[in-house]
């Protein structure tokens, strides 16, 4: 962890400003039992999500590794294992391609590995203050860098349910798209298992809260009779600086276990202020 803090007063005007960051690893150095695994968190499509183990990150996210989309019936066919067998023989053209990750020539539970930390690398923050003559203006930036978001807010195992826009860039027909699955509900290939379509980056810049304020001057509260008046106006929340798709990539965690887990959480409100406050 480290911060750093600058203060300065030039003429009429005051000024500060501060940053801080803390840089966190965390690695299971041992877990007393004979799998050495702890399972973690579930969730309702398809059990378990997180998991932990001994050597890698606690609650890291735990899943199927994927490689596109199938475009054509001849892929399928060639989406072999070591043992000559197709993997996905259920699989339809636009349908989700599932890496075999212990080469084992069968595409199973067995091939669930990690697809993502939700432990950010980097918390970081930044204020700062100004006082110039009757006016004051202060900001404050946070922030998480380096760490993923399992976007469990989407049910895609239910055929009756809401979707995002993602939907209209989905698979339609051969070079229409590499990511989005095409749109069925007779899934036979399971393309909505948990893999690492559902991890996103989840790091994240936010301009938290930002005021001006302005003071009367003193002679005129010297006639009213009042030591101070001020004025101002805030916002909280104002800016988000994210790549991640979800409502907030600000989630928090109901355990520790559930960290970095979306599941449709109710998002920050962008808060707008217009107050006052006077001293007599």
């Known amino acids: 962890e480290m911060s750093v803090n600058w203060r300065h007063i030039l003429d009429d005007m005051r000024y500060s400003f501060g940053v801080n960051a803390a840089y966190n690893k965390n690695t299971m150095t041992y877990i007393g039992n004979e799998d050495k695994v702890l399972p973690g968190a579930s969730w309702a499509v398809s059990g378990m999500i997180t998991r932990a183990e001994e050597g890698l990150p606690i609650a890291y996210f735990y899943g199927y590794q994927t490689d596109g989309i199938f475009q054509n019936q001849a892929e399928i066919f060639q989406h072999i294992g070591s043992t000559g067998q197709v993997l996905q023989p259920q699989a339809k053209p636009g349908d989700v391609r599932f890496v075999d990750f212990n080469g084992d020539g069968v595409l199973n539970e067995d091939d669930r590995t990690m697809i993502g930390n939700p432990t950010p690398d980097w918390t970081v923050g930044l204020n700062g203050s100004i006082d110039y003559k009757n006016f004051d203006f202060t900001f404050l930036f946070t922030g998480a860098l380096g760490h993923e978001i399992f976007n469990g807010s989407q049910r895609q195992d239910l055929s ?16 229409t798209s590499d990511e989005v699955p095409r749109f069925t509900w007779l899934d036979s290939n399971n393309n909505y298992r948990v893999s690492d379509l559902y991890v996103e980056d989840g790091s994240f810049v936010r ?10 001057p003193d002679n005129f509260l010297k006639r009213i009779g009042a ?19 979800g409502a907030d990539p600000e989630i928090g965690a109901m355990s520790s276990f559930d960290i970095g887990i979306d599941r449709g959480i109710y998002p920050q409100a962008r808060t707008f202020r217009l107050g006052t406050s006077i001293t007599f």
């Open 207 to 216: 301009l938290k809260n930002i005021q001006l304020g302005y003071r009367l």
């Open 160 to 175: 009756y349910t809401n979707r995002t826009t993602d939907i209209l860039d989905r698979w339609t027909g051969e070079g």
């Open 227 to 245: 030591s101070a008046w001020r004025f101002y106006v805030s916002a909280e929340n104002l800016i988000t600086f994210t790549n991640y798709s």
